[in-house]
């Protein structure tokens, strides 16, 4: 990298680190990273490999990038009992069985639901610890319950206390025994047969403070540990004897702190013991030598605190440390990787960048810090350190392995030679001549042919010394072997031609030396076919690997490769897997593995899969800036040795590769539907009614490692025409969803893979179609328009046929009366006129009787007042603006009153309250000549004296005609009498009914319906 910008970056990461043991680096997390709280008093992984982590404000699920967090609050429907938690058990898969604020509490981690079982309400608890296979056990004060799988209560123990009411713990160590006591008193419960025999008491403890509080029982080796805080650590058997005790004190058979808080399993020969002040122990079971690792403010890879409350072993061998700072991870990788980082450090200066690593002629290696005149030998077989002699050392900038020396170059033209199996120094200042102005000879190397090679700033160009005769080769920028443009160069590679590669981060131009005519030329990846528009910046690192590639690490362009043999080139950045496009170091493994040291952490491309791994301190790695060229892979070994700013490791890239998980679980964490949260398991199979068809769901992929190098694409069956990719956010949403069955998938990988990690159990759905859509209502609609069709059409032709008929009828009618009409007239006029006629012809032929012409004159004015009556009578029943019941009755009142006002006959009227109604003219005329028919008979035959004409309404209207004559014998009527046929037709033809009554006098009864439909001659 630019050698100006280094000493800004010394300031910035001046971190020196004295106590943190070599091979344990630790990643932390705090209410930074996104902990409900500092305070971390449980941990547990469940069966989808989520972590939970109970603290004193709630409780926290972390899949490897982001933490979930559960409080207690009142306002909340689904809520924990307190907001301290801890104890987690998983009593089965995806439901969580915990301790919170001294209540039972269980979780569906699925649906994120907290509930309690019924067996469980009410009862207090203050520890759970898991009873081997059979259930579990639930302390309070002065007793414990035994539950079994279910959770369900199986029994109580209430061991026989001296020292009644302390805390119950109920320990497994085997499927008939269990250690149950308090830290005064202990007892072996016998399963079998229900009974209590003594394990401990406080006479049988030790002196100072007689208590001891048990942690962890040893299955292999049927040890029981238990702790005094000024005791120290103590070992029982089962039989109650003590076999050893680490006391307090600070050699390595002792424990410093006797304030242990939990006991818990490493390996078959190791245990990790938490302290509540002293940090983390490691103790080996079979040396009994405690290695003890505690926080260190200045390294930010030690433990966060040294009060230290719970150890957890994950299924990926991590081991996370609660703390009350935050919790740690220690990656499994520290088995892999070996770090050196105290000694290194180990300065006046109190600044350390390391710069490069070479491996001696000794077979051990060299370590360089940039700036520093140290030089630091490890030792390949122990991995012990020692000092090269700083007083023949230069201020470092370069050193290389020329052979069976280590070249070293720093601040001033004066090269430094140490030999390690003579372990002898030797210096030249050769290159004064040639770098006449140089302060840094920044780079020194020796080609594969033997020629030593150099390059100083401040115009000192390069300098090569001829491996045959020790000819001496100056180049210039502007010299005769051709042209570059910078003055000095800092990184270089050699092809299989023997020919030589330069770069700076000065220029993004690179500079060809040509073997065969000891010239250079410039070469410009950018200017390649495909290259344009790339950002140009300058060259950090090249390397060659075996395919004759070379690779140039830019900074800020990312990273290329180059084929010299067909001049192809590929560019690799972000988008395809590198963490960041600033590249500090480059180096290939024995499989040629490409490794890339960055700002943002290592990556491994793997050329074979086209494909990066990113690895970062949440892998394990002591830091994640690797900006320097101190990379070195031992072929011998098969070790790759990288630096960072202040730490050295070691490991193999085989080894490392392989705990990488390739394959991880991918859920559905959470749907919401129209803005709310969908219960029950997001797994299953949901329909949601036609407006709930916004939808939002949110997914986790869980990896405990590599969690932040997760991306995601998405797709949503039935609607998605392909994946969507979602990079590392983990919502997709869609609004205003159609009806129909869809399902929603995920898939995930690690950025710079090619292959997908899709999801196992996707999410399926159905928005139901609206009633008005379905297949049924479509037909019933389908149905009930061709009714309706059926029934317009046949409506239409009904009242075509009924205004048909009508028309018929009324045509008919019309003819009917106008034949009546014209009967009538013929009959009643016609007679009349014939009289008329006669007695006229009478008159005119000059009848001298007086008396006898006066007579005929009366007689044709008789005639005429008939014929006008008659007339009128006519026109009454045609004229429709007497369409009513009013009309009818008082034209009848009018008729009868004036018929009989000259016949010694008194008339009776009467009528009820009679609504006013349409009548049409048949119905009146027909009502009318009844009445008049009826009226003529009184007259003519009955010799009475009283008429009484009664007209009514009770839904018909009903006219009764009633004398006091003698009445008729209806079997003994005139043959040729038409009067009772002819009431009786006109009658039946408005459909109406006639009665007639004689005993004595006569009684007509006339009953119609005024609405019956009639056939009519008028017309609208």
Request: aromatic share 12%.
């Amino acid at each position: 990298m630019h050698r100006s910008a280094l000493f800004i970056l010394l300031f910035i990461f001046s971190i020196q680190s004295h106590a943190q043991t070599p091979g344990f680096t630790f990643t932390s997390y705090t209410r930074a990273n996104g902990l409900s709280d500092n305070f971390v008093q449980s941990i547990f992984e469940d069966s989808r490999g989520f972590m939970w982590f109970g603290t004193r404000e709630g409780i926290n699920r972390y899949d490897g990038n982001t933490f979930r967090t559960f409080y207690s609050h009142q306002n909340y429907g689904n809520k924990l009992p307190g907001n301290s938690n801890g104890h987690f058990q998983e009593y089965k898969p995806g439901h969580l069985f915990f301790q919170s604020d001294r209540a039972p509490v269980c979780m569906n981690t699925i649906t994120l639901q907290f509930y309690l079982p019924s067996s469980l309400k009410g009862k207090p608890c203050l520890k759970i610890t898991k009873i081997g296979q059979k259930g579990y056990a639930m302390s309070e004060a002065g007793f414990c319950y035994l539950l079994d799988k279910e959770l369900n209560i199986i029994d109580s123990l209430a061991p026989p206390f001296v020292n009644a009411g302390e805390l119950v713990t109920c320990d497994y160590i085997s499927d008939d025994m269990y250690l149950v006591g308090s830290n005064r008193e202990y007892f072996l419960y016998h399963v079998a047969k229900k009974q209590f025999s003594i394990f401990l008491r406080e006479d049988d403890m030790p002196e100072r403070q007689r208590l001891l509080t048990f942690h962890y029982f040893d299955l292999q080796r049927h040890i029981i540990y238990m702790s005094n805080f000024y005791g120290g650590l103590y070992e029982y058997n089962l039989q109650g004897k003590m076999l050893h005790n680490w006391s307090r004190g600070k050699a390595p058979e002792q424990i410093e702190d006797g304030g242990i808080s939990m006991i818990a399993r490493r390996s078959d020969s190791t245990l990790w013991i938490s302290t509540y002040g002293y940090g983390l122990y490691l103790l080996n079971t079979k040396t009994g030598i405690f290695t003890r690792i505690k926080h260190n403010k200045e390294d930010p890879a030690s433990i966060i605190e040294n009060a230290v409350t719970s150890v957890y072993t994950d299924r990926s061998n991590n081991t996370w440390v609660g703390t009350s700072g935050g919790v740690c991870k220690l990656n499994s990788t520290n088995s892999i990787i070996r770090v050196w980082r105290s000694d290194i450090n180990n300065t006046s200066a109190n600044e350390t960048l390391l710069l490069n690593i070479e491996k001696g002629s000794d077979r051990n290696m060299y370590l360089t810090a940039f700036s520093l005149k140290k030089v630091t030998r490890i030792n390949s077989a122990n991995g012990q350190m020692s000092q090269l002699d700083e007083s023949k050392m230069p201020y470092m900038w370069c050193s290389t392995n020329v052979g069976n020396e280590i070249l070293f170059t720093g601040s001033s033209t004066t090269i430094t030679f140490y030999d390690p199996v003579r372990n002898t120094y030797r210096q030249s200042d050769f290159l004064k001549k040639y770098f006449p102005v140089s302060e840094i000879v920044i780079l020194a190397f020796k080609h594969s042919n033997g020629d030593l090679w150099y390059s100083g700033n401040n115009g000192g160009g390069f300098v090569r010394v001829d491996a045959r005769d020790g000819s001496i080769h100056s180049y210039k920028k502007d010299g005769p072997r051709g042209k570059f443009k910078i003055s000095y160069y800092a990184c270089y590679a050699e092809d299989k031609n023997g020919d030589l590669w330069f770069g700076v981060n000065k220029s993004e131009t690179l500079v060809h030396w040509i073997l065969k005519e000891d010239r250079f030329e410039e070469f410009n990846l950018f200017k390649l076919p495909g290259m344009s528009g790339l950002t140009m910046t300058g060259i950090n690192e090249l390397i060659m690997d075996g395919h004759d590639n070379l690779w140039a690490g830019f900074d800020g362009g990312g990273l290329f490769r180059y084929n010299i043999q067909n001049r192809s080139i590929t560019h690799f950045g972000i988008g395809n897997g590198l963490p960041t496009n600033y590249i500090g170091s480059l180096q290939t493994d024995g499989r040629n593995r490409l490794w890339i040291g960055t700002p943002k952490g290592l990556s491994c491309y793997i050329p074979e899969e086209n494909k990066f791994i990113n690895f970062t301190r949440d892998d394990g790695l002591p830091e994640d800036f690797f900006n320097e060229r101190c990379t070195y892979y031992d072929s011998s070994s098969n070790y790759l040795w990288v630096g960072s700013i202040n730490s050295l490791m070691r490991f193999n890239p085989d080894s490392l590769l392989a705990v990488q998980k390739k394959v991880f679980p991918i859920y559905i964490d959470e749907v919401t539907v129209n803005g709310k949260k969908i219960e029950g398991s997001p797994e299953e199979t949901a329909t949601f009614m036609p407006t709930a068809n916004t939808l939002q769901f949110r997914f986790t992929g869980v990896d405990l490692n590599n969690g932040k190098e997760v991306e995601y694409s998405y797709l949503l069956s039935g609607a998605d025409a392909d994946w969507i990719y979602n990079e590392n956010i983990t919502t997709a949403s869609y609004a205003n969803l159609a009806p129909g069955d869809y399902t929603f998938m995920v898939r995930a990988r690690h950025k710079g893979e090619n292959e997908w990690n899709e999801m196992k159990m996707p999410f399926r759905f159905t928005i139901l179609t609206p009633w008005y859509k379905q297949i049924w209502f479509r037909l019933l609609l389908i149905a009930v328009v061709s009714l309706l069709v059926w029934f317009i059409i046949k409506t239409y032709y009904q009242r075509k046929l009924d205004k048909e008929r009508t028309d018929l009828e009324r045509k008919q009618a019309i003819e009917k009366e106008r034949t009546r009409i014209a009967t009538d007239m013929h009959d009643d006029f016609g007679a009349s006129l014939s009289r008329i006629k006669f007695l006229s012809e009478k008159l005119q032929i000059g009848n001298p009787d007086a008396e006898s012409n006066h007579k005929d004159l009366e007689k044709i004015s008789v005639y005429s007042d008939e014929m006008a009556e008659k007339m009128g009578e006519i026109v009454w029943a045609l004229n429709k603006r007497y369409d009513s019941t009013g009309d009818l009755l008082s034209f009848c009142r009018a008729y009868a009153s004036e018929y009989l006002a000259d016949k010694p006959i008194q008339l009776h009227f009467h009528e009820t309250t009679i609504p006013e109604m349409q009548l049409n003219g048949e119905i009146r005329r027909n009502i009318f000549l009844v009445m008049k028919e009826a009226l003529h008979n009184i007259v003519q035959h009955a010799g009475a004296t009283q008429i009484w004409l009664d007209i009514r309404f009770d839904g018909d209207l009903q006219m009764i005609i009633r004398d006091d004559g003698t009445g008729f014998d209806p079997e003994h009527v005139r043959p040729f009498s038409n009067g009772l046929s002819n009431m009786k037709k006109r009658i039946e033809d408005i459909g109406g009914t006639i009665s007639f009554e004689t005993n004595p006098g006569t009684c007509i009864t006339v009953r119609v319906n005024p609405g019956i439909r009639q056939n009519t001659y008028t017309s609208s």
